[in-house]
Nanobody, 118 residues
Framework: QVHVVESGGGLVQVGGSLRLSCAASGIIFSVTPMGWYRQAPGKNNELIASITGNGTTVYADSVKGRFTISRDNVKNLVYLQMNSLKPDDTAVYYC????????????WGQGTQVTVSA
């Protein structure tokens, strides 16, 4: 059974930084593509960053240059380093995993709230 658990959310001021962590189990982590999504109130769920097993990353334009996704294949962890945070970054952030050949993410964490105060 696959488990995905996020941690590290919280309240931060504009311009501040936060690092989210995601622990995944029940999968062969080193080959599993991972992604970070976020959902703000009244908005659709948005894929903001993804990383393949070998470290190839893709970012949404909304976070490019400010957020960094990384992974530790020994500890089975994925990170999202968020810098220069803006009020528009306020959302629930979800970590997700998918099978390597799949197009959609099938395994999700419970989400962690990030609130950026002006």
């Amino acid at each position: 059974q696959v488990h995905v658990v996020e941690s590290g959310g919280g309240l931060v001021q504009v311009g501040g930084s936060l690092r989210l962590s995601c622990a995944a189990s029940g999968i062969i982590f080193s080959v599993t593509p991972m992604g970070w999504y976020r959902q703000a109130p009244g908005k659709n769920n948005e894929l903001i960053a993804s990383i393949t097993g070998n470290g190839t990353t893709v970012y949404a334009d909304s976070v490019k240059g400010r957020f960094t996704i990384s992974r530790d294949n020994v500890k089975n962890l994925v990170y999202l380093q968020m810098n220069s945070l803006k009020p528009d970054d306020t959302a629930v952030y979800y970590c997700a995993a998918r099978h390597r050949a799949a197009e959609r993410y099938d395994f999700w964490g419970q989400g962690t709230q990030v609130t950026v105060s002006a």
